[in-house]
């Protein structure tokens, strides 16, 4: 007879005290950016699970699994992404640049009190989100400011400029 730790690795689906430990842990989706709730995530081996052989295959235990969402675990077995799972969690982009997540957990909050700069403060969701629309309404009208001056033939510096017009040459009627 085996041991329960043993017998409990080499079942595909973790128990029910390590599935809730790891969502407490994780306290949400690992991956980059996510914020999708632990509850509602997928645990998934970081080494493979082997179906055919459990005891040589990615045991199911704490070390090797994390949680992700329902998009990104089908994101990470596209084979667009990889993760390297050596000395913590580390995504690799199609690009080839890493990543690290940082846990939002139990063990996150630890790391964040730990590393966090408490002079560094961090923008919220919606910060994030009107530095976009103010940064998209910028280019917008940058696009549309190249897109009169182009139109305008009377201009000094205006592509569409007749040749020896002198719309500007003459001072002003005042």
Known sequence: ???????????????????????????????????????????????????????AGGPTVAGNLTAYCRNHH????????????????????????????????????RERDRVADPGVSRRTRAQNTAARIRAERRRRQARLDAARWRAMPNLPNSPNRPAGAGAFDEPPPF
């Not at 996510?34 to 699970?49: E, G, K, M, Q, S």
């Open 1 to 55: 007879m085996r041991p329960p730790s043993v017998t409990a690795a080499t079942t595909y689906r973790p128990g029910t005290v390590l599935d809730t430990w790891l969502r407490v842990l994780a306290g949400g989706c690992e991956w980059l950016h996510c914020d999708v709730a632990a509850w509602n995530t997928d645990l998934d081996h970081h080494r493979p699970f082997d179906h055919s052989d459990p005891a």
């Open 74 to 109: 089908r994101l990470k077995h596209s084979g667009h992404w990889q993760v390297d799972a050596e000395g913590g969690i580390e995504m690799v982009a199609p690009t080839g640049h890493r990543y690290r997540p940082r846990s939002s957990g139990i063990l996150g909050a």
